[in-house]
């Protein structure tokens, strides 16, 4: 399963990639004044959802752009066929297809492709996670102080309250720094690799993190949402660490 999936999703990669740097003014739409939305996320979700299917007809599949379909919601696909759409809109090579596999609500398979570099992330539960073909581990970091971090600005660009930027005041001073990519998915997958620390951010959808979470897990990492449990879909609000410095941060962002 894992490797047609894959070999689905490099496809699709590539279809993307022909899309970058040449979109033109019709091609991009505006969900919100910052918000965007372009011709490549809807054709690479379509082409997502039509190969899967072909492949896998009793699998259920719930996209980004164009919700859910399928009547089998037992077993799923939940794909964001482009995270990054301002990055990739401006030429910045940060974009991914994420794509997660979840069986009665809980994701057995995660992929994140960053088709600019070529670069697959993977995990399965149980079985590990991995970038291509090394095994992803957490960083060992144990203080704050001592902490690279990245977030995201979803609730910004919805509009949205609660707001990410008092937060973002209060971690600032109490880290070595923060980044911010404009993709949870790759976030995610960077912490599991051990780049980053810790990721935080609010306002995002399953599609988002769906594979990024198992990600992070099976690399060793801990993600719960602001109160420490494991509603973070539900809540919209999302910690992601290397587990050693999680109570730390969540009493910093309290």
């Not at 880290?175 to 690799?193: H, K, N, P, Q, T």
């Not at 990721?199 to 099976?218: C, K, P, R, T, Y």
Request: glycine fraction near 6%; charged fraction near 30%.
């Amino acid at each position: 399963m894992r490797k047609k999936i894959e070999k689905i999703i490099i496809k699709a990669g590539k279809k993307l990639l022909k899309y970058y740097g040449t979109l033109k003014k019709n091609d991009i739409e505006f969900k919100n004044p910052i918000d965007l939305v372009t011709k490549a996320d809807k054709e690479i979700e379509i082409f997502l959802r039509k190969e899967l299917k072909k492949v896998f007809p009793d699998v259920g599949f719930m996209g980004e752009e164009e919700g859910i379909f399928g009547e089998n919601q037992n077993k799923i696909f939940i794909v964001d066929p482009l995270d990054g759409t301002t990055n990739f809109v401006h030429t910045y090579p940060f974009f991914a297809i994420s794509v997660g596999y979840r069986e009665n609500n809980i994701t057995k398979m995660g992929f994140v492709y960053l088709p600019y570099f070529k670069t697959m992330y993977f995990a399965e539960k149980d079985k590990g996670a991995f970038k291509n073909k090394i095994q992803l581990k957490v960083s060992k970091t144990e203080k704050l102080i001592d902490s690279l971090t990245v977030t995201g600005f979803a609730c910004v660009r919805s509009n949205k309250k609660p707001d990410n930027l008092p937060i973002l005041n209060k971690v600032v001073y109490k880290v070595r720094g923060v980044r911010r990519d404009g993709s949870a998915a790759i976030d995610l997958c960077l912490v599991a690799e051990g780049v980053f620390d810790a990721f935080w951010e609010l306002n995002l959808n399953s599609w988002d993190i769906a594979a990024g979470v198992l990600i992070v897990q099976e690399a060793g990492g801990l993600v719960t949402d602001f109160s420490n449990n494991f509603e973070f879909e539900k809540k919209k609000e999302i910690l992601a660490t290397n587990s050693h410095i999680h109570n730390d941060f969540l009493n910093l962002i309290r």
